[in-house]
Structure formats: C-alpha cells, structure tokens
C-alpha cells in the first residue's frame, strides 16, 4: 500500500487537473482532488475534504496539500478530527510542484514522512530544489554513462518522473549531467529544470553501494525510449 494525497483547493477544476498531472507521474497512487465549495462553486467543502482523506489513506496514511489560507485551515481541521490524527498530514508546500513530487515519492514507496518532506522541498526553500545544483567535482571511484535522447518529450515531466521511480530504493547517489549543470537523480522537480530534450546527450554519475545497479536501470530506460510509442 502507498501513501495516498490529496489536493485541496477553492476550485474543483484546479483540484482535478492537478490530481490528473499527478497520477500520469505516478500512477499507482490514489491522488484525490477536494475543490470548490458546498454548492459547487469557489471555495472549500469540510465534508469533501474529510471524504477525500479517507479515501485516500489506503492503509499507509495520506498527505494533504492546499492551495489558500482557509484550504489549509479546513485540512488541519480535517485531520485533528481523525480517529488517528497521525493518519494524515497537512503539508505547506507549492501545490503543483508539491503535489508531483509528493506523488513520486510515494510511487516509489516511502512512508508518510518521506511524502510530506518530498512535497516540503518542492517548495525551493533551502536550497532551492527545483534548481539544478552546482556542479561539483565527481567523486572517486564513481561510475558515469551517458546517452542522447531519443523520446520526443526529453527528460520532462513524464520521463523525469520515470527516472526517478526507476531509481528508486537504490543505494546510490545519482547525478543527471547536462552541459554546464547537473541534478538530483531522486528529483523529478530538479531533472526538468535542467530543460533537456530530443537529441541531446545526457550524462549520468553514480556513487555508492548500488551505483552499478542504477546505471543500469537509466541505460535501460534510455534504451526504451522512456516508454514513448
């Protein structure tokens, strides 16, 4: 069972075109969209909100994101209501790139508080997540290969992600090289901003106790064309 999300917003059709985005990442993930008020229009529904958390918690809790001030205050009222307040978490986090990230994560099966804190980062607080990192000077004895990209989209949202899922659990750390900059293997956030696509070669570094093993699930997928067509 994965951790589930659910995305609280004024407007029913922001809700839902997020939850969309978020399950083409990560689509063994209930992602449940809570927008708009009572009657239908803008606004928050308590009673949406608390229905959307349970579904949602499939068994291994569920993080909540929110996209105003009373969104998030009828979350929090939500989830203090809980049988197991610890079932659910209110995460203040940007909500587009929160929610992806959060749905990543959780398609890669870490608990409720790796969830929360993938959504947490998304936010570009310290550091910046989103952003590519500086270039460092590689580490010895780690392991590099590089491809081109072949797939229309180049390393986007879809394919960004499906790196990330194919890495995930692997006890490696993996940067994504591409020209002067270079990125968080684990950040789905951090690989689109390097803003790679069809045609250009992409490096891959890995250090650690799996590198062999994520190296080769990148080559792999490299190889399929990241699953288009």
Known sequence: MRVGLVVVSHSAKLAEGIAEVAE???????????????DGGIGTDYDAVSAAVERANSGSGAVVLYDL???????????????DPGAAVVVDAPLVEGTVAA????????DRAGVAQ?????????????????????????????????NEAGLHAR???LLVRAIAGVDADVRIRFGDDEADGHSVLAIMSLGARKGDRVGVEAAGPQAQDAIERIEALARRHFDEG
């Open 24 to 38: 083409q990442m990560a689509p063994d993930v209930t992602v449940v969209p809570a927008g708009g008020g009572p």
């Open 103 to 110: 749905a990543v994560a959780a398609q890669g099966g870490a």
């Open 118 to 150: 993938a959504a947490a980062e998304a936010g570009g607080g310290a550091g910046a997540a989103a952003a590519p990192a500086a270039p460092v000077a590689a580490e010895a004895g780690a392991l590099r290969t590089e491809f081109v990209l072949d």
């Open 159 to 161: 394919p960004a992600a």
């Open 69 to 83: 001030g009373s969104a998030q205050m009828t979350a929090e009222m939500v989830v203090e209501a809980l049988d």
